[in-house]
């Protein structure tokens, strides 16, 4: 059977950022690897008058990178067609449906289309509803559309934009990006929970002492200043991917591995979050934004950020999960801007066991009779791959134990050619696979848990700045698990 998949891809904002660092990018490897063949083919529309040959120069530029063979860029990018196109003008929408049908008629499409939404979500409305009113969508193929985050900025924002989508298409066509879904260490996630009997058996209250999800980066806020002023990264980073993490470690077994199915328990694991109260907000959840540091400018310094901004660059939690499985193991968390180094990990902290019988032999100087807490850590990135402490004999006369470890790295060979998040997601999405997309339900549940704490934060002001560069935040972000008689695995 071939894998040559059909498609007209509509993206607007083709012109942008997104559509030239990842999306052109994501496209040209599919057509490499034979899913994108003969029968398919790109409108780029915004509101530049390019022409497509311009066009095809953006494109072809956009896959510098890859060092590819210039005659299949060439072939490629001839399947790319320019629209200039104000999303608000009624009139422009005529003209991209007779270029859609007749690009359909040639290519052989038949009638199926995705369109790509890499525009500020405040356009998504208008389109939406103007390719109904227009008709562009088609009645004899599928019609898919695929937004970027943000998807609103709270419960309200987000559910007045999912009621503009939702009037031109059904939640089964609506495919939200959450690009860590398409990381191929969280799609791991359910491999191993799931794949293994050690771990499904331990995967729980009984056995495990608290769980840590650290999605740390090394830059500052760069050039996405304006947006990221109004945001924070309780809202850039906590409310999506953190608690997408937090969704796949945390749900019960999927009665099948489909998206129906994975859907139901992310739900449920995210109905259980325990929403907490104004006074547990601050006990609970820690905010920071970063100082200055030698030549590091402090936050509210950088190009375009307001010089009394009160937005959060970092942030720390304890997540509790109120359900039979987790009641009483925290999930903490923490991401932030200008840390001490860029990688995402979740480390899953084992309880000791509950009798240490090893602790009456103190000969072995160069030891610990203290049992360490096993731990499995799944690397994200950059590094790819699994940890496990573990606590083993000591090489030598007597009976002491001490922590080993033992590691397996994806082969570095495998990971380079491993596709990337965008190729994954747009793949999955032209075989009309929404398990590695966020679902409305999820969203609103997240939305609903990170309120309450922004809600907060905006009622009090904060004492920023209060950490240096470099360093993994606040201090408060320690003393939040020492209360607990825990600490961050990871330490700087
Ligand atoms: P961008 O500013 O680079 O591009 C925006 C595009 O929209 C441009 O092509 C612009 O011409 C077009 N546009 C703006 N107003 C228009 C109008 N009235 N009519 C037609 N076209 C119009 O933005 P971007 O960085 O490419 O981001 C696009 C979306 O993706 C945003 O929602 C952003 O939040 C999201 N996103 C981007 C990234 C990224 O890495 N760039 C990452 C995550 C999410």
């Known amino acids: 059977m071939s894998k040559e998949k059909i498609a007209l891809f509509t993206i607007f904002g083709g012109t942008g950022d997104l559509a030239q660092r990842k999306l052109y990018p994501s496209l040209f490897k599919l057509y490499q690897k034979g899913y994108?063949?003969?029968?398919?083919?790109?409108?780029?529309?915004?509101?530049?008058?390019?022409?497509?040959?311009?066009?095809?120069?953006?494109?072809?530029?956009?896959?510098?990178?890859?060092d590819a063979d210039a005659e299949k860029v060439k072939a490629f990018a001839s399947h790319f067609y320019y629209q200039s196109h104000d999303v608000t003008d009624a009139q422009h929408y005529v003209?991209?449906?007779?270029?859609?049908?007749?690009?359909?008629?040639?290519?052989?499409?038949?009638?199926n289309r995705i369109f790509y939404l890499a525009m500020a979500p405040n356009f998504f409305g208008t389109i939406a509803q103007h390719l109904k009113s227009e008709n562009i969508l088609t009645n004899n193929g599928f019609n898919r559309?695929?937004?970027?985050?943000?998807?609103?900025?709270?419960?309200?924002?987000?559910?007045?934009?999912?009621?503009?989508?939702?009037?031109?298409?059904?939640e089964n066509q609506v495919y939200r990006i959450d690009h860590y879904l398409g990381k191929e260490m969280i799609q791991n996630i359910s491999a191993i929970r799931f794949g293994n009997n050690i771990w499904e058996f331990?995967?729980?209250?009984?056995?495990?002492?608290?769980?840590?999800?650290?999605?740390?980066?090394?830059?500052?806020v760069e050039e996405r200043a304006v947006y990221y002023d109004n945001s924070g990264a309780l809202r850039d980073m906590v409310q999506n991917h953190i608690l997408q993490i937090l969704s796949l470690l945390t749900m019960d077994q999927p009665v099948e591995f489909t998206e129906n199915d994975i859907n139901i328990e992310k739900v449920k694991a995210l109905r259980s979050l325990r929403p907490y109260t104004p006074a547990e907000v601050a006990d609970n959840f820690v905010r920071g934004q970063y100082a200055a540091d030698g030549d590091i400018k402090?936050?509210?310094?950088?190009?375009?950020?307001?010089?009394?901004?009160?937005?959060?660059?970092?942030?720390?939690?304890?997540?509790?999960?109120?359900?039979?499985?987790?009641?009483?193991?925290p999930f903490y968390v923490r991401t932030g801007k200008r840390l001490a180094d860029k990688f995402t990990r979740i480390d899953v902290v084992f309880k000791r066991p509950i009798v240490n019988i090893f602790n009456h032999d103190n000969n072995a100087s160069d030891s610990t009779n203290e049992l360490a807490p096993n731990v499995l850590t799944?690397?994200?990135?950059?590094?790819?791959?699994?940890?496990?402490?573990?606590?083993?004999?000591?090489?030598?006369?007597?009976?002491?134990?001490?922590?080993?470890?033992?590691?397996?790295?994806?082969?570095?060979?495998?990971?380079?050619?491993?596709?990337?998040?965008?190729?994954?997601?747009?793949?999955?999405a032209?075989?009309?696979?929404?398990?590695?997309?966020?679902?409305?339900?999820?969203?609103?549940?997240?939305?609903?848990?990170?309120?309450?704490?922004?809600?907060y934060w905006d009622e009090h002001t904060p004492d920023f700045p209060n950490y240096r560069p470099g360093t993994m935040g606040p201090a408060a972000s320690d003393e939040l698990l020492k209360r607990d008689g825990n600490e961050w695995v990871y330490k700087e």
């Open 430 to 455: 032209l075989n009309g696979d929404a398990t590695n997309f966020t679902h409305w339900q999820e969203v609103a549940y997240s939305w609903k848990f990170v309120d309450v704490i922004q809600k």
């Open 298 to 329: 402090d936050y509210r310094s950088e190009d375009k950020i307001s010089p009394d901004s009160n937005t959060d660059t970092f942030v720390a939690g304890k997540v509790m999960i109120d359900n039979f499985r987790w009641s009483g193991v």
């Open 378 to 428: 799944i690397n994200v990135e950059p590094t790819e791959g699994f940890e496990l402490r573990m606590n083993a004999k000591c090489v030598g006369q007597g009976f002491a134990t001490t922590p080993i470890q033992l590691d397996y790295d994806h082969d570095s060979e495998a990971t380079a050619n491993s596709p990337e998040a965008y190729e994954r997601l747009l793949h999955d």
């Open 145 to 170: 559309v695929i937004i970027e985050k943000p998807f609103g900025h709270d419960f309200e924002s987000a559910k007045v934009l999912n009621d503009e989508l939702t009037a031109t298409f059904d």
């Open 202 to 220: 331990l995967w729980n209250n009984r056995y495990i002492s608290n769980v840590q999800i650290t999605l740390s980066e090394k830059l500052g």
């Open 36 to 66: 994108l063949q003969d029968h398919f083919a790109v409108i780029g529309t915004a509101r530049r008058p390019w022409t497509d040959e311009h066009y095809h120069e953006i494109i072809t530029d956009s896959l510098a990178s890859l």
């Open 95 to 111: 003209t991209l449906k007779r270029l859609s049908e007749t690009l359909d008629a040639q290519y052989g499409l038949q009638g």
